[in-house]
């Protein structure tokens, strides 16, 4: 059973890079029919998508994070991770790793991590 | 990229059909069959109920429907149930390997 499981700070200070890491347990982080992707949820507010990507490819971004996020695959660790540059209290969130079908184009994500509330403040 | 159009709010009673809709533009819903829709429950993570319009995954109940006219999407759930109460969120690809989510929709089960 596929398992996703985001870690990292809980706190960052503005102007700085938030860094967190996503675990997957349970199938391949190598598959052919599947992207890696992070989302965020700012508190009571809506999902918002940062980013995917895959094994062997191109990251993709959010037009309006893409000079500041990062999101890289190792996969020797079975690991997606994500930077943040830059960050403000609007970065202020719930962050969600997540797999992503991409059979012809990345779309839906059937599988959720729990998340990791990033708080940005000094 | 801007983010998908939906009410902020919809209810029904058990028993119930209720819809939601998801308006996007000519650039995301109107051109590609690649909506999703999202189930979440308070303090959870989002679970996909609706892929490629109207395809549900394995264990969603066929009481939740999936179509589109146009620009605007919709989930239809039928025979509501009190524990469909949630928020419902739309997803669509939105060119260039990007995809776009809808604001959220709060279903109260009254």
């Known amino acids: 059973q596929l398992q996703l499981q985001e870690s990292g700070p809980g706190l960052v200070k503005p102007s700085e890079t938030l860094s967190l890491t996503c675990i997957v347990s349970g199938d391949s982080i190598s598959s052919d029919y599947y992207y890696w992707g992070w989302i965020r949820q700012s508190p009571g507010k809506g999902l918002e998508w940062i980013g995917s990507i895959y094994d062997g490819g191109s990251a993709f971004y959010n037009p309006s994070l893409k000079s500041r996020a990062t999101v890289s695959l190792d996969t020797s660790k079975m690991q997606l991770s994500l930077k943040l540059s830059s960050v403000t209290a609007a970065d202020t969130a719930l962050y969600y790793c997540a797999r992503q079908g991409w059979r012809p184009v990345p779309k839906d994500f059937d599988n959720w991590g729990q998340g990791r509330l990033v708080t940005v403040s000094s | 990229q801007s983010a998908l159009t939906q009410p902020r709010s919809v209810s029904g009673s058990p028993g119930q059909s209720v819809a939601i809709s998801c308006t996007g533009t000519?650039?995301?819903?109107?051109?590609?069959?690649?909506v999703s829709w999202y189930q979440q429950h308070p303090g959870k993570a989002p679970k996909l109920m609706i892929y490629?319009?109207?395809k549900r995954p394995s264990g969603v109940p066929d009481r939740f429907s999936g179509s589109k006219s146009g620009n605007t999407a919709s989930l239809t759930i039928s025979g509501l149930q009190a524990d469909d109460e949630a928020d419902y969120y739309c997803c669509s690809y939105a060119d260039t390997n990007t995809v776009v989510f809808g604001g959220g929709t709060k279903l109260t089960v009254l």
């Open positions: 000519s650039s995301d819903v109107g051109v590609y069959n690649f």
């Open positions: 490629d319009v109207t």
